[in-house]
């Protein structure tokens, strides 16, 4: 099982809509959680951390389920330029090193 | 953030031969970091490149095919040695911005190994 597991999409959605990713981390130790967005063919940037809390930023909201293990990002009100692949990072608590997920395709359509 | 100056952004190379990829950051960070990512994969971290010592490679990484140096707070190189075809990948720098534990990146180099 891999540390850290995303579906790698494509999802496909029309300007708009609303779109949710989801992420599942194995260590149940891990201490921090970060979504990263990767454009083609560029390096990856930081979007948001996640907080046990909930966090939103805009159009973005991310929660952590620490008993499920999974973290989650939605996307409201998807526009054109949201089109990239969304990292899923966690941090683990001994090392301290980041694990990324494979990443998820967003293709956001007119 | 920090800015991250990564060179070159872009090669092609010659079976057996081997590439330096430089990093140089705008102010003093503690970590830095090398990253490989494969085509249509995710990130691998490849080494913690340690001011001052030897890096530390992570599992199926080893200093002879990626020796790393890291004279200073702000620079640091990595080197993939007698390269093959299986090395064509995405390399990047990282380092972990200042008073916070998030982590930012080089614009990366792409290898194309023939």
Same mark, same amino acid.
């Given at each position: 099982r891999?540390?850290? *597991?995303?579906?790698?999409?494509?999802?496909?959605?029309p *300007?708009?809509?609303?779109?949710?990713?989801?992420?599942?981390? #194995?260590?149940s130790? #891990?201490q921090s959680f970060f979504?990263?967005?990767?454009?083609?063919?560029? *390096?990856p940037?930081?979007?948001m951390?996640?907080y046990?809390s909930?966090? *939103?930023?805009? $159009?973005?909201?991310?929660?952590?389920n $620490?008993? #499920?293990?999974y973290i989650?990002?939605l996307i $409201?009100d998807?526009?054109?330029?949201d089109?990239a692949?969304y990292?899923?990072?966690?941090?683990? #608590?001994?090392t301290?090193?980041?694990i990324?997920?494979?990443?998820?395709t967003?293709?956001?359509k007119? | 953030?920090a800015?991250?100056?990564?060179?070159p @952004?872009?090669d092609i190379?010659?079976r057996?031969? %081997?590439?330096t990829?430089q990093?140089?950051?705008?102010?003093q960070?503690?970590?830095?970091?090398?990253?490989?990512?494969q085509?249509?994969? @995710? /990130?691998? /971290?490849?080494a913690?490149?340690?001011?001052? @010592?030897e890096?530390?490679y992570? %599992?199926?990484?080893?200093?002879?095919?990626?020796?790393?140096?890291r004279?200073n707070?702000?620079?640091?190189?990595?080197?993939? %040695?007698?390269?093959?075809?299986?090395?064509?990948?995405?390399? /990047?720098?990282?380092?972990?911005?200042?008073?916070?534990?998030k982590?930012?990146?080089?614009?990366g180099?792409?290898?194309s190994?023939?």
């Open positions: 891999k540390e850290v *597991e995303q579906d790698p999409g494509p999802f496909n959605v *300007e708009g809509a609303t779109v949710a990713f989801n992420c599942t981390y #194995s260590n130790a #891990s979504w990263y967005r990767q454009d083609c063919r560029k *390096e940037k930081l979007l951390s996640v046990s909930g966090n *939103e930023d805009g $159009r973005f909201t991310a929660q952590l $620490r008993a #499920s293990q989650s990002l $409201r998807s526009k054109l330029s089109s692949t990292l899923c990072v966690v941090q683990g #608590s001994n301290g090193k980041l990324f997920g494979q990443g998820t967003l293709q956001v007119p | 953030s800015v991250i100056s990564q060179k @952004s872009r190379c010659q057996g031969t %081997s590439l990829i990093c140089q950051v705008d102010s960070v503690t970590m830095m970091f090398w990253y490989r990512q085509p249509g994969q @995710s /990130l691998t /971290l490849i913690t490149a340690n001011q001052g @010592s890096a530390t992570e %599992s199926g990484f080893v200093i002879d095919k990626f020796p790393i140096s004279p707070l702000t620079f640091s190189t990595l080197t993939v %040695s007698n390269m093959s075809p299986e090395d064509s990948s995405i390399y /990047l720098c990282s380092v972990v911005g200042r008073g916070n534990e982590l930012f990146f080089g614009s180099t792409q290898l190994v023939l």
